[in-house]
Nanobody, 123 residues
Framework: QVQLVESGGGLVQAGGSLRLSCAAS????????VAWFRQAPGKEREFVAG????????NYADSVKGRFTISRDNAKNTVYLQMNSLKPEDTGVYYC????????????????WGQGTQVTVSS
């Protein structure tokens, strides 16, 4: 059974930083596409950032470009989302998701999802 576990969320003031982690069990990422999504209260889930594992390509939502960075650690089978200059509108539950293949991370369906980690940005 594939399991994705997100961690690193919390409460931070505007302008602060957090680093989210997504660790997988039951599957290695190296032939996959991995992405972060978020869902804010009253809004639909949206794509935040994604990475193609084997030959790296990254995609970012326009709202986070220049502030967020997605990266991978192959040895740890883990994806990270470094979030800097956080804004209140970044508040939401952040989900890690993955699928096999090489298609662009910002489009298409994802097969496996984590349970999410809450990010709250005050002020």
């Amino acid at each position: 059974q594939v399991q994705l576990v997100e961690s690193g969320g919390g409460l931070v003031q505007a302008g602060g930083s957090l680093r989210l982690s997504c660790a997988a069990s039951g599957r290695t990422f190296n032939n996959d596409v991995v992405a972060w999504f978020r869902q804010a209260p009253g809004k639909e889930r949206e794509f935040v950032a994604g990475i193609r594992w084997r030959i790296i390509i990254t995609n970012y939502a326009d709202s986070v470009k220049g502030r967020f960075t997605i990266s991978r650690d192959n040895a740890k089978n883990t994806v990270y989302l470094q979030m800097n200059s956080l804004k209140p509108e970044d508040t939401g539950v952040y989900y890690c998701a993955t699928r096999p293949g090489i298609s662009p991370p910002h489009v298409g369906r994802y097969d496996y999802w984590g349970q999410g980690t809450q990010v709250t940005v005050s002020s």
